[in-house]
């Protein structure tokens, strides 16, 4: 069956980097999905990665996936205040589900 | 701003009551799902719509339906509501693939 499986929570301090992590069980999976959720709003799409591609980066996001483990990672770099949201990591499932985990609420303490 | 919209913003209805959610899709895109969040959890896939037709559906009982317009726009129906629909219900449209979510509607059952 499908799982995503992703810590609860995480805090950091102001500049520090942020590393989320996320397991997932669909070997096919085409895309995985990093979203944002601040309160009372909607999902918005921060990045994603390719199956067959082990890192991309996008200004301060880095996304490293493992393949063989089934591990993705999201990494904040200098993390600030208006980074602090629930972060989901979702995989794609025969090109129409998302299926997430729980989400990692991320904390940012100044 | 990713351009897909829903209406209302808020709902309250009752047991047994029947509820229909709107939702406009980001210009361009031919492709609309749905999804349930409930309150701590990360979002449930409910079905999607391709080009008017269903096009997969997760574990939801057949009291939520849904339907396509031509103008790619998409409403979901819940009929005989109970208290466990109350939950952020969340549209994403799609082109080929990625998904962009609205802001949602959050309905209340009481």
């Known amino acids: 069956g499908e799982d995503v499986e992703q810590s609860l929570f995480l805090s950091v301090r102001e500049g520090d980097s942020s590393v989320i992590n996320c397991t997932y069980t669909d070997s096919s999976s085409t895309y995985l999905y990093w979203y944002k959720q601040e309160p009372g709003a909607g999902l918005q799409l921060l990045t994603y990665i390719f199956s067959n591609m082990d890192m991309k980066q996008d200004q301060r996001l880095t996304v490293l996936l493992n393949k063989k483990d089934k591990h993705l990672s999201l990494r904040i770099a200098d993390t600030q205040t208006g980074d602090s949201a629930i972060y989901f990591c979702a995989e794609s499932e025969g090109g129409n589900k998302l299926v997430f985990g729980a989400g990692t609420i991320l904390r940012v303490k100044s | 701003e990713t351009g897909v919209t829903q209406s209302p913003t808020h709902l309250i209805k009752t047991r047994g009551q029947q509820v229909t959610l709107r939702c406009s899709s980001q210009s361009g895109h031919n492709t609309v799902s749905w999804y349930q969040q409930a309150l701590g959890q990360g979002p449930q896939f409910i079905f999607q719509?391709?080009?008017?037709?269903?096009?997969g559906r997760g574990n939801f009982p057949p009291r939520f339906s849904g339907l396509q317009f031509p103008n790619y726009s998409s409403e979901l129906n819940v009929n005989a509501l109970e208290l466990d629909d109350s939950a952020l219900y969340l549209c994403a449209s799609s082109l080929e693939g990625t998904q962009y979510f609205g802001p949602g509607t959050r309905l209340t059952v009481l």
């Open positions: 719509y391709y080009r008017e037709e269903e096009n």
